[in-house]
């Protein structure tokens, strides 16, 4: 007998889990709080890993779906000195590695591939309980509720079903990205359309920098990376565009003009994304009917893995629980099983990932890293 599942969270990971139960015929209810697929922009772009990300498409039937998608070019790297001086340019190879992609429409050709009403729109989550037996009884803020016989977490960073099976919360890791975008850019901001290049630009300095990649439909979206207190952050305004444009670019005094227009001309009220994070070896003990995947499972600092992580969670959940369609609790476990360790080990190698690229001697780790690559290759 198959068993219902209830995915909370429709991301990356909870669709990957939902296509994954449908090639299997197994039943599944996907809620999200949006109200829409269209209701928010759905970030920058990705690239997804051969060994998870990609993985996870192939074992959802999606890779010819994927391959129709990947922006072709856009996996050229340049690295820039604060003047804006090219120190390292290397241009895409065409590899299917790592390609970039949008994550929207990544979430777009997983939408595509689940039946009609397989996600319920505007379900924002209130409550969640056990109600013995396994199950779990959901309430959403529009006064609906269901019994969930398998409960997922796929709700992110403050997953509110996290607290079914741990005590921790998330807490800032010290760092935050303010996303800023150009549009037009080889019309309307040709400098700084010239200085990113095709692909994606690394201007870095110690605790802080820009990352900015040239998406499809001639745009340039910039994560402004620094390293600073929460309370920092409080005291801008980000409501004020103006006001806060200016306050960031501020930290940057000195810098290239083309760099500071990532920031001052961009288009949007820039957005603050501050990153909090789990221990780096979080886990549970078995609870019974529900069970965590991606940043609810195991959140931490940007290391490249984590929409990576959360497919693969997804495709390996809903591959164990059509393995063991009669005995959730082994396929829950053999799942977690395999997510704890290898989550563990994401976790450490992001915060090793992350003090190369923006550490005491930024940028020569990335250089080294572009470098060495180009001469391998060579």
């Known amino acids: 007998m198959t068993t219902p599942v209830s995915i909370i969270g429709a991301g990356l990971g909870g669709l990957t889990l939902a296509r994954i139960l449908y090639l299997h015929d197994i039943p599944a209810t996907v809620y999200e709080a949006e109200e829409s697929a269209d209701g928010r922009t759905q970030g920058g772009q990705l690239d997804l890993h051969e060994e998870d990300g990609q993985l996870a498409l192939e074992m959802a039937g999606l890779t010819e779906k994927y391959r129709s998608i ?19 340019d290397r241009p895409d190879d065409g590899s299917l590695t790592r390609p970039e992609t949008l994550r929207g429409d990544v979430r777009r050709i997983l939408l595509d591939s689940l039946p009609p009403g397989t996600v319920r729109w505007g379900k924002k989550l209130v409550s969640a309980a056990p109600v013995g037996d396994g199950r779990h009884q959901v309430s959403f803020a529009d006064g609906s509720s269901s019994v969930s016989e398998v409960l997922v977490g796929a709700d992110g960073v403050w997953s509110k079903l996290r607290a079914l099976v741990s005590e921790e919360r998330p807490v800032y890791s010290g760092m935050s990205y303010v996303d800023t975008y150009l549009h037009d850019v080889d019309t309307a901001h040709a400098g700084v359309a010239g200085l990113v290049g095709n692909g994606a630009l690394y201007a870095l300095a110690p605790g802080k920098g820009f990352l900015a990649h040239r998406e499809v439909g001639d745009v340039i979206h910039t994560y402004v990376v620094l390293r600073r207190p929460a309370e920092w952050f409080d005291a801008v ?12 670019a501020a930290e940057f005094d000195g810098w290239a003009p083309e760099l500071l227009a990532l920031i001052t001309d961009a288009e949007s009220v820039p957005v603050l994304r501050s990153i909090y994070e789990l221990p780096d070896d979080h886990h549970w003990n078995r609870v019974p009917g529900v069970t965590l995947l991606g940043d609810a499972a195991h959140a931490t600092v940007p290391g490249g893995d984590g929409a990576n992580l959360a497919m693969l969670d997804g495709a390996e959940l809903g591959t164990a629980i059509a393995a063991h369609p009669d005995d959730i609790e082994t396929a829950l476990a053999t799942y977690e099983s395999k997510m704890f360790p290898r989550s563990h080990k994401a976790a450490h190698a992001a915060h090793r990932t992350i003090e190369f690229v923006f550490g005491a001697h930024a940028p020569a780790g990335v250089i080294s890293l572009f470098t060495e690559d180009e001469s391998t290759s060579a």
């Open 237 to 248: 305004d980000f409501t004020d565009a103006t006001a806060a444009k200016a306050r960031v």
């Open 70 to 88: 990947i922006h072709r070019g856009g996996g050229a790297r340049r690295v820039v000195d604060e003047r804006g001086r090219i120190v390292v």
